[in-house]
Nanobody, 123 residues
Framework: QVQLVESGGGLVQAGDSLRLSCASSGRTSSTYAMGWFRQAPGKEREFVAASTSSTYYADSVKGRFTISRDNAKNTVYLQMNSLKPEDTAVYYC???????????????????WGRGTQVTVSS
């Protein structure tokens, strides 16, 4: 079992920055893929970014968001810059035990999920 707890969400204005954190505990491993997904009201949960030995980004956030991980602290981060109102969503951290580069963007690949943290970007 892996437990994931997100933090760092909040209400910001367009153009501002936020850094989300996801602390993991339990049966963690640096070999697991760690991902961030988001879900806006009325929409499906979508991939944002993932970290393995490489990093992966959705086109909508590439160049603005950066995922990083500190394996010693069992924490993964999502630095979000130049935020836009369309970035408003609940952001979820997730962990995939078995993954490959073709499926790391797939929600169904992830085994464990946090409860999410709300990010609201006002215009």
């Amino acid at each position: 079992q892996v437990q994931l707890v997100e933090s760092g969400g909040g209400l910001v204005q367009a153009g501002d920055s936020l850094r989300l954190s996801c602390a993991s505990s339990g049966r963690t491993s640096s070999t697991y893929a760690m991902g961030w997904f988001r879900q806006a009201p009325g929409k499906e949960r979508e991939f944002v970014a993932a970290s393995t030995s490489s990093t992966y980004y959705a086109d909508s956030v590439k160049g603005r968001f950066t995922i990083s991980r500190d394996n010693a602290k069992n924490t993964v981060y999502l630095q979000m810059n130049s935020l836009k109102p369309e970035d408003t969503a609940v952001y979820y951290c997730a962990c995939a035990i078995n993954w490959d580069m073709r499926t790391v963007r797939f929600r169904s690949r992830y085994d464990y999920w946090g409860r999410g943290t709300q990010v609201t970007v006002s215009s």
